[in-house]
C-alpha cells in the first residue's frame, strides 16, 4: 500500500517544519534523506517539493525489493542527486551496520541520513512465521517476535544522524500492545518524541492496518529530555458509536 500524496505531503511538512528548528543543521549543506521502503518514490517526491522551494541541497537515498517500483522511482528523480536501490533493507543494514558511525560513512548506500521518511513495510508475526520473527527480534535487540516494521525502526534510528528527524507512518499496535513495549522503550530511549499521530479507522490504506505516524529527533544525549510532554492525536471516524 503505497502513501498517497496527500499523506506524503502532510508527512513531508511535519519534517521539514521540526527540520526548520533545528540549529545543528544550519551549516550542513547537503542533506541528506532516506526512505528505506520507498516503492515508487511518493514520500521523497514530497519532501523535494519542499527542499526544491527552500532551496536547499539535498541527496535522496532510496531502498526497495521491487525492481518495478525502484525504476519509477528512478525515473521520477532524473536530474536529482539520488542513490535509489534495489534491495533488502534489514539485509544491507546487517552487513553496513558495523561502519555506520554518528559522524559519516560512506558505505553505499547506508550513509547516515539527516532526516528519513518512510512507510515501511508492515508483516505482521503470524505472516512472518514464528522463526523469521524471533530471528529478526534477536538481530534488532528486541524481545519476542517482532513485527517487520519494528525492525526497520530499529534500523532506521541507527541510521540516522544524532539531532536527525523522521517521520515514519506505520501501524498503531506498537503504541498500545504487550509486543510493542519494547519498541516504546527504544523509541523513548532514542528520540526527543515531537509528535504521535494515531490514524485510527481513519482508512488512508486499504490494509486491515490501524496507522499511526511517529516524528522524533534522535537524542544527542540519551540521557536528556524525558518526553514527558509529547503531543498526541488521536482521530478515529468512529468512537464509542459516535461519529
Ligand atoms: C507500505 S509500502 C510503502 C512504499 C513507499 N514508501 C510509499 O510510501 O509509497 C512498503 C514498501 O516496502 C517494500 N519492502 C518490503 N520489504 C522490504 C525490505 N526488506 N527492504 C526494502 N523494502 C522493502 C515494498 O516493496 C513496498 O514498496
Known amino acids: 500500500h503505497y502513501t498517497s500524496t496527500s499523506l506524503s505531503d502532510f508527512m513531508s511538512d511535519k519534517l521539514l517544519n521540526h527540520f526548520k528548528d ?3 543543521f544550519q551549516n550542513n549543506k547537503t542533506y541528506k534523506i532516506l526512505d528505506p521502503s520507498c516503492g515508487e ?9 519542499i527542499l526544491d522551494r527552500e532551496k536547499l541541497e539535498y541527496k535522496l537515498m532510496g531502498i526497495d525489493t521491487n525492481e518495478y517500483a525502484i525504476r519509477q522511482a528512478s525515473s521520477r528523480f532524473s536530474n536529482v542527486n539520488t542513490e535509489i536501490v534495489v534491495g533488502d533493507y534489514l539485509e544491507l543494514f546487517n552487513k553496513a551496520k ?3 558511525s554518528t559522524t559519516d ?3 553505499y548506500p547506508l550513509e547516515m541520513a539527516d532526516m528519513i521518511i518512510a512507510n515501511p513495510p508492515y508483516v505482521r508475526t503470524q505472516i512472518l512465521g514464528a522463526d523469521k ?8 535487540g528486541l524481545k519476542g517476535r517482532v513485527d517487520l516494521y519494528q525492525a526497520f525502526l530499529v534500523a532506521m ?3 540516522l544522524k544524532d539531532g536527525g528527524l523522521i517521520c515514519v507512518i506505520t501501524s ?35 490494509a486491515a492496518v490501524l496507522p499511526a505516524i511517529f516524528v522524533g529527533r534522535k537524542k544527542t544525549n540519551k540521557l ?14 468512529e468512537l464509542n458509536n459516535k461519529n
Open 172 to 206: 498503531n499496535r506498537y503504541l498500545t500492545t504487550v509486543g510493542g513495549k519494547d519498541i516504546r522503550n527504544f523509541l523513548n530511549e532514542n528520540y526527543d518524541i515531537l509528535e504521535v499521530i494515531d490514524l485510527g479507522d481513519t482508512k488512508l490504506f486499504d
Open 98 to 100: 558495523e561502519n555506520l
Open 224 to 237: 536528556s529530555l524525558r518526553n514527558d510532554d509529547v503531543p498526541f492525536i488521536r482521530i478515529y471516524e
Open 105 to 107: 560513512s560512506h558505505s
Open 133 to 140: 520473527a524471533k530471528s529478526l527480534g534477536r538481530e534488532f
Open 41 to 49: 518514490g511518493e514520500l521523497l517526491y514530497s519532501v523535494k517539493k
Open 157 to 159: 534510528t541507527r541510521q
Open 22 to 24: 533545528n540549529e545543528e
